[in-house]
């Protein structure tokens, strides 16, 4: 049985969203996504702007439920640098 999952790296300067497809004892990976995390300055202060990173969230949530809708499979499409076995995921 296949598994699928949606997770986000929100990080200083960019985000990006990956599908996880769990296959057997093998994790592989797609980058879905990938967008820009600008700050916004309030009262003085660097802040994240999260009312934008919600907006891309969601965005990326659409592309993911598109991308499964679609008859060609997840892992047909992911580069091989992302394949990860359980093995190799524990070490």
Known sequence: METSFLAFDLGAESG?????????????LDELDRF??????????????????????K?????????????????ESIPRRYRVSEHEHRR
Do not use: Y
């Not at 965005?59 to 892992?75: C, G, M, Q, T, Y």
């Open 16 to 28: 990006r969203a990956f599908v996880g497809l769990l296959q057997e004892e093998r994790l592989l």
């Open 36 to 57: 820009p995390n600008e700050m916004v300055c309030v009262s003085e202060h660097l802040h994240w702007d999260i009312h934008t990173l919600f907006i891309r969230i």
């Open 59 to 75: 965005k990326s949530i659409s592309l993911n439920l598109r991308e499964a809708a679609s008859s060609h499979p997840v892992s």
